[in-house]
Structures are given as C-alpha cells and as structure tokens.
C-alpha cells in the first residue's frame, strides 16, 4: 500500500530487527517530500492527519517519516529510497517519459 499511516506501526517495528530497510513506490514520497524533496504531481498522503485506533490525534504523515528517518539512524538502519524517477504529465503509457537525475521530480510530473 501507499499510505504511511497504514503501514508506519510495521515500519517502526522492522527498523528494531533488520539491517536495511528499503522503501519505494507511493509511500516512498512522503519520504522524499518530508526530506525537502519535490515530488512533482506524484502521490503523497502529505499533510494530512489521522487519529490513533484511542482516538488520541496523531502526527501527519511527514512527521512519521521523519521520526521513521531518526529511528531507523539511532538503530543503526540503512534506509533506501529512490534516487531517481521515471515520469511523466499523466498516468498513462508515453514512448517519452523523463528519467530524472536525483530525487527530484519536476512540477507537473508524476512518478
């Protein structure tokens, strides 16, 4: 799936028991866009908030991926996401698409 918010109780337990931790897809940007990145068009559940199963008001999706970030580091974790991004102006097939050169990806892309 591509929602931190659904996935983040996984990741903060795997950050304790693995070596590497590799994120890709739609839940990467949240990452990427948390880090200062753009992220064009692409989806990002950025932003938004959720409540906890107790009804107590949690962080936004960027914060958790922030405080995923720091916890993997304090863990000793290596944490991979995308380095670059292949794109394009709408969510269809193109002979055209732009390959990035970093994590960047330009307004009115989406990955």
């Known amino acids: 799936g591509s929602k931190v918010t659904d996935k983040i109780k996984v990741l903060e337990n795997l950050v304790k028991k693995v070596n590497k931790l590799f994120?890709?897809?739609a839940m990467a940007y949240v990452f990427l866009k948390a880090q200062g990145y753009n992220i064009g068009r692409s989806f990002c559940e950025s932003g938004s908030s959720f409540n906890s199963k107790y009804g107590a008001k949690e962080k936004n999706p960027e914060e958790l991926a922030l405080d995923l970030m720091k916890s993997a580091?304090?863990?000793?974790?290596e944490l991979f996401?995308?380095?670059?991004?292949?794109?394009?102006?709408?969510?269809?097939?193109?002979?055209s698409p732009l390959?990035?050169?970093?994590?960047n990806?330009?307004?009115?892309?989406m990955a």
Request: overall charge negative.
């Open 23 to 25: 994120i890709g897809g």
């Open 73 to 77: 580091k304090e863990n000793g974790v």
């Open 81 to 95: 996401l995308p380095t670059d991004h292949v794109c394009h102006t709408e969510f269809s097939a193109t002979d």
């Open 99 to 103: 390959t990035t050169d970093d994590q």
């Open 105 to 109: 990806i330009p307004d009115g892309y």
